[in-house]
Each structure stands twice: as structure tokens, then as C-alpha cells.
């Protein structure tokens, strides 16, 4: 077995040798060993966008990008990275496919925690959802290697996921901690005997 | 009184940062003071006749233990070689987990001899290898053989019986990740890994010419003394591959300095001291110049830094003898040094300060490491504007370079596809420039800064990086400085006139290294551990051996 390091450099630099900058290959290198030290299978999700060729993907660069085909997920990763932080990205995104979207999980989850906004990823067979504290949920099956005909909303607030009954009903059990008081510890309580007229 | 910490102009530059030398702050000083109430035993030694074979030392507090397995093999003379490039070596070496099993035993048996083309797992923890100083490790065993303990003028010229060649950690090869160690309390200070190989090594040198003198003539084989064992240390020989690791790390860089810095200011900034203070600073500055005579180079580089140093310290004795003791004594010391000495004298001083005051620097130790993922992200919603006065502000001293110039960029640093470790070249005359490393830092931040002036004033970075990647790596290290002063080297590591023995001469004396000898611009042979307490006596070590005289 390879070593996080090992991963983390050997990524580093076949990321300069396939033409992208010093730069983006060290962040493409933590996101690799990122998500192999979580258990996902990074390095071959990385492997094969190799394998596709870096020429043959197309950089994100600009939210009005009209060739959202093949799009490049260290680039795209890297694109909400840098500017989830503006008013003018959080919003709903229509996109036409991205390689590899494993690869922009470790990316977005930090733009979310830095930034504090949500990510919510939809296409028909898949969803994704990043949070600022570090949580990301699947739904709708398994990460696909390709995935078409997405959206991706970049959300300034938290959304409320309960019922209200299921508040009010928590919110009654709570209550359970509290000790009613009497009328004579009122009475004593703060500002007692003063006049509130002074 | 205020005395501020030296600014990282004065600092940072080379001239200044390869004249550092050891101190309490030093790592393998810290690795002995965390370790000391630890047991450390040899757990194995099958060697035969020759001495060739293993040897497990067992380093042990309560349920944690640390293991050095060691192999001794032959090695015909011819293949005997100190460079990265050599593919066998007299001895080698790796720190174990715990307490290797045999099958782990014959596991790293097969791969550690290796080194790089063998394979370790994450049980493994550092990686290393030596070769005998041939003409010491003879006259010694020959001389124990016979019932005579060595010459010790012969043995201390040189300094050791073995000298590695690379230590290697942190995932290398299969190493563990330092991950997996990094939350352990007796680890928490840089290389204390890499520290406990280097220091079991060198019994194991000890064990090794004892084993050997003894088979070839067991009725009058001595042992060798403690004594002269104590003032052998681990020779180190090193090349460029480590000059990049201080400029690839920034932030672990700033944390070695500042805690320097900020020992030194406290030390000025005591206001009264008594005589026995300046009794000690005394005692160890008169041991340290009778050792300076065992410091052998035949670099012109080193030798004239040496004299220079000498002569430096004999001005300075003459001034610190006569000077009285008076408010901010130290603080007087230190200006008349950095007025009237070189950086060699200068920083030798400091370090000789520190020694006085323990309960000072030694809790500084604790400060020197760093996790370096937390200043990696760019934050991008600053503006472009606050970021080009960060780099007038820091980065000063590289603006007015002109990179136009052939010898400020003459030169580049590339990683050797032979070994996997970086090199230096000649821009114009070799090839490869193509693949350069990110390491011409003054270069590429005056690219960017370049860049940024030509951005609308107060757009945010975030818009710059949609337009432009190319300078992330460098824009990423402006942050960490903003908050890290002390973490860039303030010359051009391109320029023609770079010394790259002054980058190694910094980390190695953050290491502990004495006994300088540049053997080229490019690599330094340096000595470890002379003078220190042996496995047997490392309970009663008090921190004071560096300044113990040699012979």
C-alpha cells in the first residue's frame, strides 16, 4: 500500500507533467489523498481523467460558460473554491456534463466550510449535498464516473430540513429540564424590592 | 525596555541563516531531553565474526515502544559511496513501531538493505543507511583487538565510525504517514523520529567494533572506553535534496525561527543578572573554542568562515571579559556582537546564550512544529489590492530584482529522475528547465505581483485566479507570510551566486549538526550527537554536553 504522502506527491507531479500549473497540481494532489484517506477511491477516479486526457476536458472559468461539456472536476472543484465567497454564485447552475465528480467533493467541502455555504448537486440518477460542517450525504445511488444534465446550487443559508411538529414536540422535551418556580421565589428573584421607577 | 524580535529582513537572508549553529533548541537536544526517562536497551545483536548481520535497540516507556533494527552487510570498497546514487551501503537502518516480529524482522531484512528500491509499510517509521568511516572503523577494531583503546587524535579529527547518508520519514517509501504519529505526546517536536534512529545508530556503531575486535581475538579484546565513545558521534553526509524542504515548507520554517528569535529576546530582555551567569555564558564559550579546533574542513568557503569566527571570538572574549555586569547585560552583548562580528560569530553567540537559560528556551521547543495543512487554502475574497501591499511590504527585497538579468536566473532546481531527488542546474547550459521546480519563489512572486498590479483595483483574488493559475502556488505562500514572517528565505535561490550549503547549513543546525565540512558548494559532511550521553548513561543527561570539551 502507497503511502498518503506517496499519493499526495506521485499526484502532485503527474498533474504538472499532463500541463496543469504548480499550483493547481499541489491542490490536486491534497484532494487526491483526501479522498483516499477516506476511503473513496480517488486515485482512480484520478486515473482515469488522465486517461481521458486533460486537453480533451474543458476548464470552468466563468458562471455565464456556455461549453459546459466534458468539464474538468479539479477545475470545476477549484472554480467554487475560489468563488463561492461572491453573492453573485450563490445561486442555481445548469451544467452539461462533469468527469469524475468524486474529484470535486474535496474542493467543495472546503469552499462550504470557508465560505459557510451549501452545496446541493442534482442530476435524474444523483444528488449530492455539502455542508460547511464537513458533511457530505449522498442520495440517489453511487457516484457515477460521468455525470449529465446537472444542477448545482450554491446556497447562503441553511435549510430547514424538520417538520414543525417535530420542533415543537422537541422543543416540549426540553421543557422537562426547567424547574417552575413558586410565586414567593418570583418574588425574591432579581430586582426584588427595589421600585423599577427609580 | 522594549526589544523587539530581529526583523525577518536581517534574518532571513542566507548569509545570516547558513551561519546558524546548534543550540537547546536543537532537535536532536530536544529529542534527548523528551527522552530521557525512557528505557533504552539492546533487545538483539546476531552478528558474525565479521559483524555482519542485525542488531534491534529498543527505545521503551510503559506500553510504547520504538524499535531500531539494524543491518550490517558486507560491502566491497569499490561500492562504497556517500551519494544519493550508491545502491548498497555497510549498514542500514529503520525505526520500527514496536517490536518487529521475525517475520517482520525477515520482511525488513529483505527490503531495508534497499533503501529506496526495497519497500517498508506504515509499522515502519524512518529509513536510513551508513557507511564505515574505513580508515577509523579499522584502526579501532584493530586497536581493541590488540587490548589498546584507539588513538583518539585519529578519532576525533574524523568525529564517528559510521556516516549516514539519507534519513528518510514521513511516507517515504511506505513509511508511515506522519499522520499516524503525529498526536503522540513524546513526538510532538520536528524530525523526533528521525532523532531516535540517528541516536540508536550510533550505539549500534559502538556494539559493532566491539563485536568485532572481540572474534578476532577473544582473550585480549577490550571494549571501547565510554569516554572516547561519548565523544564519537554519527557522521551525516548530505546534499542538495534537502535545501528544497525549507523552502517547501514555510510555515515548519517560521516556527524554527521564531522560537530562536524569541528566545533571544527574552534573553535580552532580562534586565539584571547575576555573576554566575556570565560565569557560565563564560565556561561554555572558553570549552566551545578549544572544540572549534575539531571542526576539519577543506572547504576554502567554510575554512575562511571558520578563521573569520576564530578571530571574531577572540575580540569578542577580550570585550565580554572586561564588560561589566550592568542593566540589559545581554542585550548590551548582543548589540556589540551584531555591530562589531560576522553572522558566524554573531549566531554562534546567541546560541552560546541560550545554553544559560533553560527555563527559557527549552519550553520553546515545544513550538517548532506546526500543522501546515491549516495555512495551505488561498483565501480568495481578498482584494488585490491589499495583496500587492503584502508582497511591497514582505516582499521588498525581491521587487527590484531584474530577472531579465542572466545570473539572477541562472540557475534552476529539478527533481533527478535517477533518484527521486532534487538537483540544481545550470539554466542555460543543461537541459530540463522545462520541468523546473516551484522553487524560484522570487521570481514567481514578482510575476504575480506583476500580475495583480494590472487587475481592476478592488477586485478580489477570486477574480484574478478565474483569469490566471499560473502563480497560485506562489500567492498561497504571500498568505502564509502575512501571518508567518519568519517563513521565507529572503534571496533569490535561482541567482548564480546562491550558496546551497547555506540552505542545508539552516536545517542541519535546527537538527544539531556540528562540525561543518562543505565538501562543494552542493554538499556537507557534519557530525551528530559528539558528546552526548551513551544509551547506557542518557538518564543522567543534563543537557549540557554539547559544551563538554572533546579531548
Redesign the interface.
Known sequence: ??????IETTIK?VSKSQGL????S??AG?AIRSLE?SNLNGLESFKRLIDYGFNNLTKL??TNQTNTQNLCPIHFG??F???S??KEIHKTFNFYELREPLIIIPFIL?AAK??LVYFKLNSKDFSLSITPGNIFSLTKGEIPQSLSDFTLSVIPQREVNYSEKTWDELYQLSLDTFVDESEEKKLSGAGAGLTDND | MEINLRKPEFVMKLDRLGSFHQSKLSFLRSFIREFKDWDFYNHELILDNKGFGHGIYVVQKDEKQYSLVCFSNHLNDNDRSDRVIATKWDASFVLFDGIPTQEDIQRLKENVPLQEQGRV??KELCLSRANKSVRVFEHVVDSLSKGQQPDTSLLYDVGYLYRTTAVYG??????????KIQDRGELKGPFRLEMMLVYLARQFTFDIVNHVAYERSPKDAVKLSDDIARNLGIGNSTGLGMAPFIVNHPALLNQWIRAKEKALQAIRLISTIEENEKKTFQSYLTTIQENIKYWKTDSPYQIEKNNQLLKDLKEFQEYFLNLPIEKSFWNTVYLWAEQNTKPECCEFIVSLMMEVYPDIVEPLSYEMSIDEEEY??????RNVDDVCKLIEQQYAWLLDINFNQKENIFNFWY?SKNKQEPRMSDRFSEEGSDLEL?LAIARDIQSLYRELKTMKSGS???SY???N????????RVFICEKLPYSEIQDNTISKSLIPVDMLRLKLSFFGATRFDPRSDRWVRITMYQGAPLMKEIKKSNDTWSYKKIA
Not at chain 1, 500549473?21 to 493547481?24: F, N, Q, R, Y
Not at chain 2, 514521513?170 to 499522520?179: M, V
Open positions: 500500500m502507497q503511502s498518503l504522502y506517496e507531479r500549473s504548480w499550483g493547481i499541489e491542490e491534497k484517506q472559468l466563468q477549484l472554480f473554491y475560489d468563488q465567497h461572491k472546503k470557508r465560505n | 509499510s506504515e514521513s511516507g517515504k517509501f511506505g513509511l508511515a504517514d506522519r499522520i495551505f487554502d488561498i483565501d480568495s475574497s527533481y516551484p478580489d483574488v477570486g485566479l478565474s483569469k493559475q499560473q502563480y497560485r502556488h506562489v500567492l498561497r
